[in-house]
T-cell receptor
Framework: QVQLQESGPGLVKPSETLSLTCTVS?????????WGWIRQPPGKGLEWIGS???????FHNPSLKSRVTMSVDTSKNEFSLKLSSVTAADTAVYYC????????????WSQGTLVTVSS | QSVLTQPPSASGTPGQRVTISCSGS????????VSWYQQLSGTAPKFLIY???QRPSGVPDRFSGSKSGTSASLAISGLQSEDEADYYC???????????FGGGTKLTVL
């Protein structure tokens, strides 16, 4: 059973960059899946942010694309998200997940981490 | 405004069968498969259905999915109190080159 655990600051100031890392256990990042980020604002629905392959190939949500940077570190079996110029609208629970492109956005999920954007 | 449209709420009594709809367009559900997720209060979503009607290991056969044209449905038979949760559909969108989700349906077990 793959395990995913995100890490990063729970509080980010407006206009700064949100940075999260997802560490994957019991499964190799190189094993043919994509790896993605999904967020959920408080009391609202799920929003896909983007997905990345171990080669570095990415897909991004068009509404966020200009602010999103994703990377992967196969030596550490982890992948990362950076979201720039954050506002209060970016306050959400952020999940990392394993993904099969065009088949499903996530099968195994992390527990989620709340990131609040506030001064 | 979600790309996929779900009813905001649904309800049923224990033992009943309920269905939740998910409506999309040709570029998403019309061309690609649908997956479904169950989110219990305060927890991460759980993978429920993929490829329109396939259940991951461990998901009870009370949960079933179907797709027709640009719409999909999730059916829950033998409704149980522990099924009370939010349910989300998702599909790949060829126009957006990304995943789209429904807005979610809150299922209440009366």
């Amino acid at each position: 059973q793959v395990q995913l655990q995100e890490s990063g600051p729970g509080l980010v100031k407006p206009s700064e960059t949100l940075s999260l890392t997802c560490t994957v256990s019991s499964f190799s990042l190189r094993s043919g899946y994509y790896w993605g980020w999904i967020r959920q604002p408080p009391g609202k629905g799920l929003e896909w942010i983007g997905s990345i392959y171990h080669s570095g190939s990415t897909f991004h949500n068009p509404s966020l694309k200009s602010r999103v940077t994703m990377s992967v570190d196969t030596s550490k079996n982890e992948f990362s998200l950076k979201l720039s110029s954050v506002t209060a609208a970016d306050t959400a629970v952020y999940y990392c997940a394993r993904c099969r492109i065009t088949i499903f956005p996530a099968d195994d999920w992390s527990q989620g981490t709340l990131v609040t954007v506030s001064s | 405004q979600s790309v996929l449209t779900q009813p905001p709420s649904a309800s049923g009594t224990p033992g009943q069968r309920v269905t939740i709809s998910c409506s999309g367009s040709r570029s998403n559900i019309g061309t690609n498969t649908v997956s479904w997720y169950q989110q219990l209060s305060g927890t991460a979503p759980k993978f429920l259905i993929y490829n329109n009607n396939q259940r991951p290991s461990g998901v009870p056969d009370r949960f079933s999915g179907s797709k027709s044209g640009t719409s999909a449905s999730l059916a829950i038979s033998g409704l149980q109190s522990e099924d009370e949760a939010d349910y989300y559909c998702a599909s790949w969108d060829d126009s957006l080159h990304g995943w789209v989700f429904g807005g979610g349906t809150k299922l209440t077990v009366l």
